[in-house]
């Protein structure tokens, strides 16, 4: 009858923290949002932008140079000149190396924001819904093996991108 008494409380016990978890692909949670996707393509267009300035300021190098070997000038004359426009290359360089830096740095911040969003919709939902736990899945994540049914990369998805186009 003890015996009896004891396998009920720990039954009672365990059916009282039975835990209730779920999974999100982050892969695909992740090429599935739509303001990640926006901000991918707008830094992708202002790298377009850079590439397009740097190779029509190479071009407008090189046309000097052209220029200068056409000139039929002195040897010292033409040191001289290469030096100048060796040195005028290397600033145009370094800005071309600087403003690409900027434009890495700001798209990495705004995809740092993305990311704290996405976390913070994750934990929102686990609470709202009685989630113990929200693993990770896709590439690196933790999740090896889920039910289907325990998958909510879609119901999170369709929260981020309904908020994110309101």
């Known amino acids: 009858m003890k015996k009896l008494g004891v396998a009920f409380l720990l039954l009672s016990l365990a059916a009282c923290q039975q835990q ?7 892969v695909e949670l992740m090429d599935g949002y739509q303001e990640k996707a926006d901000i991918e393509e707008k830094y992708k267009k202002r ?18 140079y ?9 040897q010292r004359k033409m040191q001289e000149q290469l030096g100048a ?15 690409e830096r900027e434009i890495q740095l700001a798209g990495q ?3 740092d ?13 686990g609470e709202a819904n009685g989630y113990t736990y929200i693993l990770g899945g896709g ?5 090896l093996y889920g039910k289907d049914t325990d998958d909510l990369t879609e119901e999170i998805l369709k929260i981020l991108n309904d908020k994110y186009t309101k």
């Open 139 to 143: 590439e690196g994540g933790s999740v």
């Open 85 to 99: 426009l060796q040195q005028k290359s290397q600033i145009v360089g370094q800005q071309f190396q600087q403003e």
């Open 47 to 64: 790298a377009e932008v850079l590439t397009k300035k740097g190779d029509s300021l190479s071009k407008a190098i090189q046309i000097e």
């Open 109 to 111: 911040t705004e995809m």
């Open 113 to 125: 924001s993305v990311i704290k969003k996405v976390k913070k919709e994750i934990k929102a939902f």
């Open 66 to 74: 052209q220029d200068l070997q056409s000139k039929g000038l002195s």
């Open 20 to 26: 209730k978890i779920g999974f999100v692909d982050n």
